[in-house]
């Protein structure tokens, strides 16, 4: 009984050593699963209550893509896609909204609370956005 008892502590050593050389354990080098590139969303910044100037970049070239909105202002602003497919919540001043997506079409975008704050987006394939009507239109 002792000489099995040996035979497979011997065996077990082995298996570790083995096990140690090869990077699965011990002190010897680990795998590490690469990290994935970082992807940036693009950023709409928010100037302020200022019609056409009062997003930058604008007009952007994002149709297509989602965006978020940074606020730069020292107001809350809440910002809504014109067509009505999107809506960023309330965005205190300093920050980020979540992310929301551009109609591929392009689209104009006003600030619900300032609807004097106006912007676009243009189609994925350069191409200006639909036609701007109603309120929200000043400065176009």
């Known amino acids: 009984m002792n000489w099995r008892l040996l035979t497979a502590s011997a065996a077990l050593a082995a ?3 083995v096990a140690a050389a090869s990077g699965c354990g011990g002190s010897g080098s680990t795998y590490t ?12 910044t928010i100037l302020g209550q200022n019609g056409t100037q009062a997003f930058t970049p604008n ?3 994002f149709g297509g893509q989602q ?4 606020n730069n202002d020292s107001v809350t602003h ?4 014109n067509d009505g497919s999107a809506d960023t919540g309330d965005i205190a001043p300093g920050a980020t909204s979540r992310a929301v997506t551009m109609p591929s079409s392009g689209t104009n ?8 704050m106006i912007g676009s987006a243009s189609a994925a394939s350069g191409a200006p956005p639909p036609a701007c009507s109603g309120p ?4 176009y």
């Open 109 to 116: 975008y006003h600030c619900a609370i300032h609807p004097g």
């Open 67 to 70: 965006v978020v909105f940074k």
């Open 15 to 17: 298996l570790a050593s």
């Open 78 to 81: 809440h910002i809504v896609l």
């Open 59 to 61: 007009p952007s070239s």
């Open 136 to 139: 929200y239109c000043t400065g």
């Open 33 to 44: 699963t690469p990290s994935p590139s970082p992807t940036t969303t693009p950023t709409i």
